[in-house]
C-alpha cells in the first residue's frame, strides 16, 4: 500500500478516492504541506508555477520520487519537465526506441532516460 492520495479544496484536504475530509482549517499552504509530510499522504503534482498537473482532468501523483500514477493506482509514463516542471507525456506512444518526452504545458522536448541519468 503506497500513501493515501489526497486534493486540496478550499483550506481542506481531502482523501482522492473516497472524497472524505482528512483535515481542514490550515492557515497557509505551508502548514498544509507541513502535515502531508508527517503523514503517510501524497499531494497531486504541480508545476513550478504552482498549477497542478491534469491528465484527462484528473490529478497526477508521484509515488518514491520516481513513479506517476492516477487516483486509481494506474501507472503512467510520465516525466516532469526540466523547464518549467509541466507535465511531460511520450510524444510518440509506438515507438520503442526512443524515449522522447514532450511537455503539456510549455512543449519542450527531452530524452526521460537522460533525465533520469542526471538526477
Ligand atoms: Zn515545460
Known sequence: MGPTKVVVEGNGLYDA?????????????????DYVNHHYLVLPVV???GRPWSLDGKPVYCL?????ET???ERLHL??????GGMGIRS???????DCIRCTACGHE???RLEMMET
Not at 516525466?79 to 518549467?84: E, F, I, S, T
Open 110 to 112: 527531452f530524452d526521460a
Open 47 to 49: 508545476d513550478n508555477a
Open 64 to 68: 518514491r520520487g520516481v513513479q506517476y
Open 71 to 73: 487516483v486509481s493506482d
Open 79 to 84: 516525466a516532469r519537465c526540466p523547464d518549467c
Open 17 to 33: 478516492v473516497s472524497g472524505k475530509l482528512i483535515k481542514e482549517g490550515f492557515a497557509s499552504r505551508h502548514e498544509l504541506e
Open 92 to 98: 510518440d506512444e509506438f515507438t520503442v526506441e526512443s
